[in-house]
């Protein structure tokens, strides 16, 4: 039985399982995103949040169900750079940034534009481009270090490289995997202001751990538990549900 | 710095080319100054090596594919050339046919094989010595990185690659001269190939060669492509999340990698005087790779100079402790493996900066 996408949802998570030899990382998980809408995803470790990234961005081929995105767009039969081509873009929970080139490459590379090697064989940087870059560089404050080598940023910067190369591909919606771990808390503070200046413009789903960001996100909030949604509603609706209490908050 | 010592190489290698071609041929023989015509070919080979180096380094050094078959595309080219040199032969083999090259005749070929026609022709078969390794390249690149095979099993299926190659052209019923290849080869262009100008002239061709490779090879990780290339080398799977195809990245520089790999070859066969199938052994990708980590992989120039060096000292080493040469290379691979990791090249950087 095929259900068709909630009418006007951006995105739409559909009775989605995956299972690893056997192992049911994410069991008949259904999800829906508004177009503009920011939302944190929480669970404990291990509950499949970084997995459900990696079916919405091809990296993972889900047993069953539908991850339709927009109107009709079925991302299971896509593969990951056509995914991005959508307008899906994605923060991994381990930054990774490309270490060798320096700030400033690494923000060019992920500008929107034309992937293929004919187009950057030739390619010459543009004054747009660089207006673009520099403006970037200063949203995520890295404007300094723009000649530096990315291998040599601290680990908080890396952070923010990485969601300054998701802006530069101006997606549609963006996936966030726990962008403050290892994060100072005021590096915590203004990761969340960035995020929501963002939301603004796009859509943004935000998997987190810790929770006094994600109650300074303000946003609805989803709990999976073992692959599955087990509460959803406000911070403070789903921290009162005693479910949730049991599996996660209260350990 | 990087420009610099391309600069440097190109100035070095042209000059010196080009020195030697002069004092081999408006010196006698007898003058403290005169380049024999054996040395001038010994360079020349050198530079043919070097040429497979570069290549190696642009597929190994930038997009971190280790091809330990990278000299199937060198001999490649070179048998393309061996078959146009056959042609030029012509009833001047021991045989004299004018058509069927001594090989075929001893074989009791009636006549030529389908794949031999046209190279009587040199633009044909210079065509084919690029066409051929180009489409080996991207056919077998398109299977590989399409089905995202890396790291060590890409460098064993290219292992493969080149022993079943070995093992074809062995084959008398190939039509390639089997374990004996080709060789007694008379001219070229209608040049004479024993004739010094024509040995002088083929060094300069090759430090020519070996020159534009470098130049298109900087270029080409100079650019844009170049950034990804290196993003893919490090970081394969971010880069499809940003939406590019690693493995049209991949493809391209692979092919345009085997080209360079065939025009080495070209020029290595008139100099050597020989193309047999001992130039697919597994081993000579191996010594490749070895030349490329000696001089500095991911800096092209380095593999140039790895190139030379190894070479250089090989030829010393087999003159003078032929039973030494493996081991020397074994060691010299570890040397560099756990002392240099920039080769010899990041040790010159070091000690200038
Ligand atoms: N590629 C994989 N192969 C096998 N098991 C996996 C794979 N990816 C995730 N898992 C398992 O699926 C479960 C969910 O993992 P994950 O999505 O990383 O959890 P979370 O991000 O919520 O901590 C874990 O038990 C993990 O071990
Ligand atoms: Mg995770």
């Known amino acids: 039985m095929t259900i068709g996408p909630v009418s006007g949802s951006l995105l739409y998570l559909n009775g989605v399982s995956v299972s690893f030899d056997g192992f049911r990382a994410i069991n008949n998980l259904s999800l829906v995103l508004e177009p503009g809408e920011m939302r944190a995803v929480i669970g404990p470790n291990g509950a499949g949040k970084t997995t459900m990234m990696d079916i919405i961005t091809g990296k993972t081929r889900p047993n ?31 930054p990774t940034v490309f270490e060798p080139l320096s700030v400033w490459d ?17 390619a010459r940087e543009t004054a747009e481009e660089r207006d673009r870059i520099e403006e970037i560089l200063g949203i995520i404050r890295l404007g300094e270090l723009r000649t530096r080598q990315a291998a040599g940023l601290s680990h908080g910067q890396k952070q923010w490289l990485e969601i300054g190369m998701l802006l530069a591909q101006e997606p549609k919606l963006l996936l966030v995997d726990e962008p403050v771990a290892g994060m100072t808390d005021s590096e915590t503070e203004q990761t969340a202001e960035l995020l929501r200046e963002i939301n603004r413009t796009r859509s943004v789903v935000v998997v987190e751990h810790d929770m006094a960001f994600v109650r300074a996100l303000g946003v609805k909030v989803t709990v999976l538990h073992e692959g599955s949604v087990l509460s959803e509603g406000s911070i403070d609706h789903v921290s009162c549900d005693p479910r949730v209490v049991e599996v996660y908050l209260g350990r | 710095m990087n420009r610099l010592s391309t600069t440097i190489c190109v100035i070095l290698v042209l000059g010196l080319a080009s020195l030697m071609a002069i004092l081999n041929l408006a010196t006698d023989a007898g003058s403290a100054l005169h380049v024999p015509t054996y040395a001038v070919s010994l360079v020349g080979k050198y530079l043919c090596y070097a040429i497979l180096a570069l290549a190696l380094d642009l597929v190994w050094g930038y997009a971190g594919i280790l091809s330990l078959g990278h000299a199937a595309f060198f001999a490649l080219g070179g048998y393309a050339m061996g078959m146009y040199l056959m042609r030029q032969i012509g009833t001047r083999g021991v045989y004299g046919n004018a058509i069927l090259p001594d090989f075929m005749v001893f074989l009791n070929y009636k006549d030529l094989p389908w794949y031999w026609h046209g190279f009587d022709n040199p633009a044909f078969a210079l065509l084919m010595a690029v066409l051929v390794p180009g489409l080996l390249a991207l056919v077998f690149g398109w299977l590989a990185f399409r089905s995202r095979v890396s790291g060590v099993y890409l460098s064993i299926i290219t292992q493969a690659l080149t022993y079943a190659l070995l093992l074809a052209f062995f084959r008398n019923d190939m039509g390639f001269g089997g374990n004996n290849g080709m060789t007694d080869f008379k001219d070229m262009f209608g040049l004479p190939l024993q004739a010094d100008a024509t040995r002088a002239g083929l060094l300069v061709a090759s430090a020519v060669m070996l020159c534009a490779c470098l130049l298109v090879a900087r270029f080409v990780v100079t650019s844009r492509f170049g950034k990804v290339l290196i993003a893919v080398r490090d970081t394969e799977a971010r880069t499809r999340f940003l939406g590019y195809r690693p493995e049209s990245y991949k493809l391209f520089v692979f092919v345009l990698s085997a080209i360079m790999a065939g ?57 003078a402790f032929p039973e030494l040469w493996l081991f020397a290379l074994g060691f010299l691979f570890i040397l560099v493996t756990l002392l240099l990791p920039k080769g010899v090249l990041g040790l010159l950087q070091r000690a200038r900066s």
């Open chain 1, 106 to 122: 690494n923000v060019l590379l992920a500008l929107a534009g034309d992937r293929r090697p004919r187009f950057s064989l030739w």
């Open chain 2, 263 to 319: 025009i080495g070859g070209v020029l290595y066969v008139p100099q050597v005087g020989i193309i047999n199938p001992g130039e697919f052994a597994p081993a000579g990708s191996i010594e490749a790779v070895i030349w490329v980590a000696v001089g500095g992989r991911g800096t092209l120039v380095g593999a140039i100079l790895g190139a030379v060096l190894v070479n250089a000292g090989k030829t010393y080493l087999t003159g």
């Open chain 1, 64 to 94: 069953e169900g539908q991850v339709i995105f927009g109107a009709e767009t079925d991302l299971t039969r896509l593969d990951e750079p056509a995914i991005a081509a959508l307008g899906i873009g994605r923060k991994f929970q381990k």
